[in-house]
């Protein structure tokens, strides 16, 4: 079997192919297709020579096609469809898309920023899934491997080929039971130095920004109490003389009633959106980087009132 010259085979000559296949008609097809009927011909021509095919025979004033033609024809007709299909552009409808949305946060971003996400995804597109998964120390390589659409995370690691957004930022406060010998504060370098604390490691994996500043003042805490997450913070610590160091926005997730003191230091962080390049100029990521935002700057309004 003769092996097909495949440079014949460009969509504009597939095209043509079908055109003239359809109008029965060289001059027809070029006015079609808007080419001279000179340009057509020699398009033929190339045609015949990649399939080792006439194609087209003549039959008194018009053309008809040969069997091996029409086989060809019901091959590439539906082939060409479906390229016209996949070149136009996809048009994102927050209103009725159904895709599955994937996020990866820690605990202070769910707990910070996804109620007031949440608000806005339902209402803007309520026919699409929100998917949030745990980023641990991970998140920038979820990323790069696909496994999210975006990364909430105050982690200032390597971001080649990621792009990045300052979301909002937050300082360390110090919690402690109203009943607490300190709670009346202002709570000063020694006495906080002194005291026992409460920690959440997040498994070991986790070393809180606020640690740095205490070292440069040279200050190590060894706490005396270390949980894995905030899940049960608030119980333990109600009427304990332990002094929790976290976040100013988990104020409402750690303990209502606790006293909320300054600390004797300054430290705070920032919380970051990242995405992929792959991602950058989808419409559909680009909606959900804005209801991120919109849900950060709500969340930046409520703190200041």
């Excluded at 003549?58 to 091959?75: A, F, K, L, W, Y």
């Excluded at 996400?117 to 390589?141: C, K, M, T, W």
Aim: charge should be neutral; aromatic fraction near 8%; glycine fraction near 8%.
């Amino acid at each position: 079997m003769k092996e097909i010259d495949v440079s014949g085979l460009s969509i504009p000559a597939l095209t043509a192919l079908v055109t003239i296949h359809a109008t029965g008609s060289l001059s027809r097809a070029a006015e079609q297709l808007g080419l001279t009927q000179s340009t057509l011909s020699h398009t033929l021509k190339r045609l015949r020579a990649a399939f080792g095919d006439e194609l087209f025979l003549r039959q008194g004033r018009g053309i008809m096609p040969t069997i091996r033609c029409d086989e060809i024809v019901r091959g590439v007709d539906p082939l060409l469809s479906q390229l016209a299909v996949l070149a136009r552009p996809t048009i994102f409808e927050p209103g009725t898309t159904t895709l599955t949305f994937t996020i990866s946060c820690n605990f202070y971003e769910r707990a910070v920023l996804l109620p007031a996400l949440l608000g806005r995804f339902r209402a803007e597109a309520p026919s699409a899934r929100l998917r949030v998964i745990q980023a641990d120390l991970r998140g920038h390589e979820q990323l790069r491997e696909g496994l999210c659409d975006l990364l909430i995370s105050p982690l200032p690691a390597e971001t080649a080929g990621l792009y990045r957004r300052r979301l909002l930022r937050d300082r360390y406060v110090c919690f402690l039971d109203p009943t607490h010998p300190l709670a009346a504060g202002p709570l000063t370098l020694d006495a906080y130095a002194a005291a026992d604390h409460i920690a959440v490691s997040y498994g070991g994996g986790w070393r809180p920004f606020y640690r740095a500043a205490l070292e440069a003042l040279g200050i190590e805490i060894t706490p005396r109490v270390e949980l894995p997450s905030f899940g049960a913070i608030g119980s333990v610590l109600q009427g304990s003389d332990l002094i929790l160091t976290a976040p100013s926005a988990l104020a409402p997730v750690v303990m209502p009633e606790a006293r909320m003191l300054e600390p004797p230091f300054s430290a705070g962080f920032e919380i970051y959106a990242f995405w992929s390049a792959r991602q950058h100029h989808s419409d559909a990521n680009q909606w959900l980087r804005g209801l991120v935002a919109a849900a950060a700057r709500q969340r930046g309004r409520s703190s200041a009132d």
